[in-house]
């Protein structure tokens, strides 16, 4: 996805600015020139608050969508390889099961879906952990492989309608740029079609 590389682009560059102000600092410390050293450190502050100040503005600035079941998610590190789709859902009182299917379109790379985060976000934004977490999507997803794992979740009365947020969680995930960040694209959710308690 051009969003997820060119947000990998700007945390990149990002990146190497923050190191080079930083550097300055230290550079100018070492001489003795304390005026340098606060200009480098204030604009070097003044660029990572901008930052993540426009990153927590486009992340809720995203809209809200639900994909149709069959329709895939993708998770990307420099490609997008690993791709997550609901193949089906089930009810049963106050559970829910969702049958997932995940398929990777990596050349020689195994793919690990077991690093993602599983989550049913409902009605006036309940959000409910599944039940088996620890024990879904254990096998490495081999390269140009896909497999059909399920989720249960024992739901709260009132969340009507469920939809699946399959989020990729950690520090480079949150802090990318743009839409390709986990607050924006946690926003997109796979529908669970026809399911009701």
Request: hydrophobic share 45%.
């Amino acid at each position: 996805m051009l969003a997820h590389f060119l947000g990998l682009l700007a945390l990149l560059g990002s990146a190497l600015l923050v190191v080079l102000g930083l550097g300055v600092v230290v550079f100018a410390l070492a001489r003795g020139n304390r005026r340098l050293a606060a200009r480098a450190a204030g604009l070097t502050f003044s660029y990572g608050v901008l930052y993540l100040l426009g990153n927590t503005i486009i992340a809720s600035l995203a809209p809200r969508r639900a994909l149709p079941v069959g329709e895939e998610l993708s998770f990307c590190g420099f490609d997008c390889h690993l791709h997550v789709s609901v193949v089906g859902s089930e009810t049963e009182e106050d559970r829910i099961g969702v049958i997932l299917r995940v398929r990777s379109d990596a050349r020689r790379e195994p793919e690990y879906p077991r690093y993602l985060r599983f989550r049913l976000v409902g009605a006036n934004d309940v959000i409910v952990a599944p039940d088996n977490e620890a024990r879904a999507f254990q096998k490495p997803l081999e390269a140009g492989q896909s497999y059909v794992d399920s989720l249960y979740f024992t739901v709260p009365p009132g969340g009507l309608p469920y939809s699946l947020r399959v989020t990729y969680p950690g520090p480079i995930d949150a802090l990318l740029f743009g839409p390709a960040s986990s607050g924006a694209a946690g926003k997109t959710t796979l529908s669970l079609g026809g399911s009701r308690p």
